[in-house]
């Protein structure tokens, strides 16, 4: 099954290195056009410029995120939409600072209402569209020190399911993915240790890599997963069954 993403337009945020990096390089190889967006203009530039795509430097935590996506796709519509950017600030709830809960929150969750909000709009017009959430297997099964984290993954399932049931009737899907442990920049801290302990609780007895959940979020992009929505795709080797 070859996927064709021909005359398609991509927006993918966080997609400066990681999960986002390899989602975008992935849409750009089945023939999409990707706007790369991330706050690193060095990075999404650079990106951009090797996928044949368009930089588009974006703070998603800032004020003007809505007047930066509506400038965009007042030049170019949006047929698919990945919202991938995230953060991570643990630690134990009981030491956990109300800046920490906040930050994480705005970040993960909230830049997806307000990014897809401006985007769905045509798609609902144009009556074709793809959004595709990046969640997390810590959405779905917790993890200690990260109730902040946790709580915007799980957040965006929620977010995930209802927009689906509200847009499904204007042939826009809606899907989130949930990866597992992905080795990115966030897990390169791990000692051999603990990566050894997390390995061992995966099915498969390795962390993914970014492509794994790449080609997943290339799938739900396609029209063969046109008759696909609200659904949460786990992507985490068997750690979440």
Not at 59 to 73: G, H, K, M, Q, S
Not at 172 to 188: E, H, K, L, R, W
Request: aromatic residues 4%; proline residues 2%.
């Amino acid at each position: 099954m070859r996927i064709d993403l021909s005359g398609k337009t991509a927006l993918v945020t966080g997609a400066s290195r990681g999960i986002g990096e390899a989602i975008a390089r992935r849409l750009a190889d089945a023939g999409a056009h990707v706007v790369v967006a991330a706050r690193s203009r060095e990075r999404v530039e650079t990106i951009a410029g090797e996928i044949g795509g368009t930089p588009l430097e974006l703070d998603i935590a800032a004020a003007d995120v809505r007047e930066r996506v509506r400038a965009l796709i007042e030049q170019r519509a949006v047929d698919i939409l990945v919202n991938n950017a995230g953060i991570t600030e643990d630690d134990l709830f009981l030491r956990m600072k109300p800046e920490q809960w906040t930050s994480v929150i705005r970040t993960n969750l909230d830049s997806a209402f307000h990014i897809t909000q401006e985007v769905v709009k045509k798609m609902i017009r144009a009556r074709w569209g793809r959004i595709i959430n990046i969640s997390s297997v810590v959405g779905l099964m917790g993890n200690p020190g990260q109730t902040n984290y946790a709580a915007s993954k799980a957040a965006l399932i929620g977010f995930t399911k209802s927009l689906a049931l509200e847009i499904g009737s204007r042939n826009v899907t809606v899907n989130a993915i949930a990866p597992g442990f992905v080795s990115t920049s966030m897990t390169a801290s791990l000692t051999d240790e603990t990566r050894n302990t997390l390995e061992n609780r995966i099915a498969l007895k390795r962390l993914g890599v970014p492509d794994d959940v790449a080609y997943a979020a290339v799938f739900l992009a396609s029209e063969q997963a046109g008759y696909i929505t609200g659904t949460v795709l786990n992507v985490s080797g068997g750690l979440y069954t």
